[in-house]
C-alpha cells in the first residue's frame, strides 16, 4: 500500500533541508506548506519566541471519518545534530547514508516523512480514522525545548505515538527515564602558583576530589550518571579560583535518579569543606519517567498492529528521553516507536530503505487498529 517511491523522495528531500536545533524556520515553512496542501489545518506555536529558535512547533489536524474513534497524535522533531547542515544523502545497496561529512538526519526526519507518508495513505485510501493530530516539535536534541513550550491548550489527543527511537519497526518502548540535570559552582581562592600557592584553594583540585568519590557510569541496569562539563582557571600561574561542572542523573526509577543526584552533592560538598572551598548546586528536573504497561491502549494498539503486519512487537526500555517523556508528563499516553535509525548522531548514520517502508505500513496499521 506504501508509496514506496514517494515516501523515499520525500525523505531525501526531508534531510536536505538544514534544521539544526534552534533554526528549523526552513523546515517548519516547507511542512506547513505540505501539510496544508494535504487538507489539514495547520497551527504554528510561539515556542519558538520563547526559546530563541527560528520557528516554533507545527500542529496540525485531521478530522477523523468515525465520530467514535479516538484521537490519535503522531510526532517527530524537525530539528538535527551538528554537523547536520549541507548534508548529502547516497544509496548503497538499499541503505541511506550521508556522504561522509555529516550526520544524516533519519534522527528524526524519518519520522517525519513516515508520518507523512501514513497520513496520505489514509486520505488516499479511504481508511476510516478518527482525528489525527500531527505535532512536529522544534529543538528536541539538548533538552526537549520544543514538547516542553508546546501549547498543550490545541492538543486534543490522549494518546499517541512518537517516532523517535532506534530499533526495528515494531519496536515499542513503554519506559524511558526521569532526568536530573546538576549544575555546580566550585569557589576556592586565588593566588600566585609560583609565590604564594598555599595562599590559594584550587577550585580546580576540589572539583578533582569530588568528582573521585563519585559513582559515575553505568550505576546499574536503570541508572546512569554523568559529569560531562567542566570549565574554569584563567591561567597556569593563578590558583584558580572558580570551576564549574555540568552533570546529569538518570534513572528508569525516580528514588534511584533522586538518590544519585543527592549522593553527587554530598560528594561535592564534603570536598568544599575539606579545602575550606564554597560550592554552589543547582539541580534541575529536565523531564519525568515513561512507564508504561503493556496493558495500556497505545501499547495494545502497537502490539497488535505489529503482529497484524507479521512484524514482531519488541517491548523495550531506553536511557534516553524524547518528546514522549514530555507528553506523558501532562498526561498524554506516548508511546516512542523504533524506526530503525543506525549510528545516530554521527557521521556513520544510516537507515534502510526497507525500514523506512516498513515504519509507513506499521503506522498505518497501528491507526486502522485504533479505530477498530
Not at 484521537?71 to 547514508?97: F, N, Q, R, W
Amino acid at each position: 500500500m506504501v508509496n514506496q517511491k514517494r515516501l523515499l523522495n520525500e525523505f531525501l528531500q526531508l534531510v536536505q533541508i538544514d534544521s539544526l536545533s534552534g533554526q528549523e524556520r526552513q523546515i517548519a515553512d516547507y511542512l506547513k506548506q505540505k501539510l496544508t496542501t494535504m487538507g489539514l489545518s495547520v497551527y504554528e506555536d510561539q515556542a519558538g519566541q520563547k526559546v530563541g529558535a527560528t520557528a516554533g512547533n507545527i500542529i496540525a489536524f485531521l478530522n477523523g471519518s468515525k465520530s467514535e474513534a479516538p484521537v490519535i497524535m503522531l510526532s517527530a522533531h524537525m530539528d538535527t545534530v551538528e554537523p547536520g547542515t549541507g548534508i548529502k544523502p547516497v544509496i548503497k545497496d538499499g541503505v541511506i547514508y550521508s556522504e561522509g561529512e555529516t550526520v544524516l538526519g533519519s534522527d528524526d526526519k524519518a519520522g517525519i516523512a513516515t508520518i507523512l507518508e501514513a497520513v496520505q495513505q489514509i486520505q488516499e485510501h479511504n481508511i476510516p480514522h478518527g482525528g489525527i493530530e500531527i505535532v512536529f516539535t522544534i529543538w528536541e536534541e539538548g533538552g526537549l525545548f520544543g514538547a516542553k513550550n508546546l501549547d498543550f491548550s490545541r492538543i486534543k489527543a490522549k494518546m499517541g505515538y512518537v517516532l523517535d527511537a532506534d530499533g526495528s519497526p515494531g519496536t515499542i518502548i513503554t519506559k524511558a527515564p526521569s532526568h536530573d540535570k546538576i549544575q555546580a559552582v566550585v569557589r576556592g581562592r586565588a593566588a600566585h602558583a609560583g609565590i604564594k600557592p598555599e595562599e590559594g584553594i584550587n577550585a580546580i583540585q576540589v572539583a578533582a576530589h569530588a568528582i573521585t568519590n563519585m559513582q559515575l557510569g553505568r550505576i546499574d541496569e536503570e541508572t546512569t550518571c554523568n559529569i560531562g562539563i567542566i570549565s574554569g582557571g584563567k591561567a597556569t600561574n593563578i590558583i584558580p579560583e572558580t570551576v564549574t561542572l555540568v552533570g546529569e542523573t538518570r534513572s528508569l526509577d525516580n528514588l534511584k535518579r533522586k538518590a544519585q543526584t543527592t549522593a553527587i552533592c554530598n560528594a561535592l560538598n564534603a570536598a568544599a569543606e575539606k579545602f575550606g572551598a564554597q560550592v554552589e548546586i543547582k539541580t534541575e528536573l529536565e523531564y519525568s519517567n515513561v512507564d508504561l504497561s503493556e496493558d495500556d491502549q497505545a501499547v495494545v494498539i502497537a502490539i497488535t498492529a505489529a503482529k497484524n503486519l507479521g512484524l514482531m512487537p519488541r517491548i523495550e526500555k531506553t536511557g534516553g528521553g524524547s518528546d514522549a517523556n514530555i507528553f506523558n508528563q501532562i498526561g498524554i499516553q506516548a508511546v516512542n516507536l523504533g524506526i530503525g535509525m543506525h549510528k545516530v548522531h554521527t557521521k556513520e548514520e544510516f537507515i534502510t530503505i526497507e525500514d523506512l517502508i516498513n515504519n509507513a505500513r506499521y503506522l498505518v496499521e497501528i491507526i486502522k487498529t485504533a479505530n477498530k
